[in-house]
């Protein structure tokens, strides 16, 4: 794998972490973050959208 696109993964995990911090996520599976993978990542970041959204909907 060339360089960019390990930099663009790296930079699209980070930004996964981060957004998932945010979302008070700090642990997927009792693993820190940046020890997921980038599919977990995805997914677990699919999973809290999905949750925001249906809370928003239930509220009002």
Known sequence: MNHVSRQTIENKRQRLIDQLIDADVFKIDGKQLFEV????????????????????????
Do not use: D, M, N
């Open 37 to 60: 993978s980038l599919t977990k990542l995805e997914y677990e970041f699919k999973t809290v959208q999905l949750h925001t959204r249906y809370k928003k909907k239930v509220s009002g």
